[in-house]
């Protein structure tokens, strides 16, 4: 049967356009090789330098996935091509020092990033801009998954205004019978974590980088997050600590970034884009939030926010759009009760199902 070093020799025989191999040129990111009862699943990202060098890499996409798909008792493989979105501007990121756990002692700094133990792939979700929808995007992806089947787990690691108990619908403070371990919350087939769960918010928003770091470790590692086939961190906004340590400490499969069609919210798109390229943490894709609006009496369409700037900076700068979404009421009022929207049937929820089709077909969730 095909094991991870046969998929990475096979990988590493495929040429480039302008010499060296796949695999020598460390492009490949995110490998996984899951053997199943049909057969060995195989699912990886090609990270391009730039959006030019991703449309050249299109055939060696193609090349690398028929060289996977040949290999004895490979069921399905699948190959993400996405982009760093340009040469990164922003400075290397600080060598962060063993973080201080709070009211502990500080953890040895790994090597490098960790996986969590028991959770499959990691995908942050994130956004430039505040007020976007990332947590509104983040809950009802991980409440369509579930729906799916998968095993999913929903970390709200923004510290800044945790939201996902209120979206969510479940408000208490999470047991830790031992001590040491906590037990993580449970809503709509999602278990879930927050960060405002356990802290005074008021007195979050002065904590500084150590203690950011020791408190996403704690909500990454001590919580029981059981067998999860993905675990979906709704990241704060911007490009700070928490993105930093989450992409430093643990291994992420990749981000998501959110963004609404605005040219402002794009430029901080860009923003983040930035910073995962610095991380080498692959963007897996955009996604378009509050992208029109439909009049419910008339039914006439409108695109408060400008139309497809999302779409057209995902074909820019060589990182695959993965649709959009509108700006509606029922969204806004289930994440107000606590209900996501992808809960129910309705159009939103079926936009949220074919994103998770998308994730899952893909490998990446
Ligand atoms: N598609 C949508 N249609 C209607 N309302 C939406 C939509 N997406 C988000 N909202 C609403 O907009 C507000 C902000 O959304 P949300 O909290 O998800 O944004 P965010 O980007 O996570 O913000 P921040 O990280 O700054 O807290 C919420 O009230 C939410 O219900």
């Not at 430029?267 to 963007?283: C, E, G, H, Q, S």
Request: a neutral charge; proline letters at 9%.
């Amino acid at each position: 049967m095909t094991d991870r070093t046969a998929v990475e020799n096979a990988l590493a025989g495929i040429p480039l356009p302008g010499g060296g191999s796949l695999a020598g040129a460390d492009l490949v990111r995110a490998l996984r090789v899951e053997p199943g009862e049909a057969g060995t699943r195989v699912s990886f990202v090609i990270e391009a330098p730039d959006a030019r060098a991703a449309q050249a890499l299109a055939p060696v996409r193609d090349a690398a996935e028929r060289a996977v798909a040949a290999l004895p008792g490979v069921a399905g493989v699948s190959a993400v091509l996405t982009a760093h979105g340009g040469p990164s501007k922003a400075p290397p990121p600080p060598d962060l020092k063993p973080g201080l756990k709070i009211g502990r002692h500080p953890d040895p700094a790994p090597a490098g990033p960790q996986p969590v133990a028991g959770v499959d792939r990691i995908l942050a979700v994130a956004s430039g801009k505040g007020g976007v929808g990332k947590s509104t995007v983040a809950a009802n992806l991980a409440v369509a998954l579930a729906r799916k089947g998968r095993r999913v787990g929903l970390l709200d690691a923004d510290i800044y205004g945790p939201s996902q108990p209120r979206m969510m619908g479940v408000q208490k403070r999470p047991a830790s019978p031992d001590g040491k371990t906590i037990l993580p919350l449970e809503a709509h087939g999602v278990r879930f974590m927050s960060i405002g769960l356990m802290v005074d918010p008021d007195k979050a928003v002065v904590w500084r980088g150590p203690m950011l770091m020791g408190a996403l470790q704690q909500m990454l590692n001590q919580t029981e997050w059981g067998r999860l086939d993905v675990l979906i961190v709704d990241l704060p906004p911007g490009t700070g600590d928490v993105q930093l340590t989450l992409c430093q400490r643990a291994q992420v499969t990749g981000a998501l970034i959110v963004s609404t069609p605005q040219d402002v919210a794009l430029i901080d798109a860009r923003k983040a884009i930035d910073m995962f390229a610095t991380l080498k943490t692959p963007v897996l894709g955009l996604i378009e939030n509050m992208a029109h609006h439909t009049c419910e009496r008339c039914g006439h369409v409108t695109h408060p926010f400008g139309a497809g700037g999302v779409r057209h900076e995902a074909e820019r700068i060589g990182v695959p759009f993965l649709g959009e979404l509108p700006i509606d009421l029922a969204t806004r009022v289930g994440g107000d009760e606590g209900r996501p929207v992808a809960a129910d049937e309705g159009p939103v929820a079926e936009a949220f199902a074919t994103l998770a089709d998308r994730l899952v077909g893909g490998g990446m969730a």
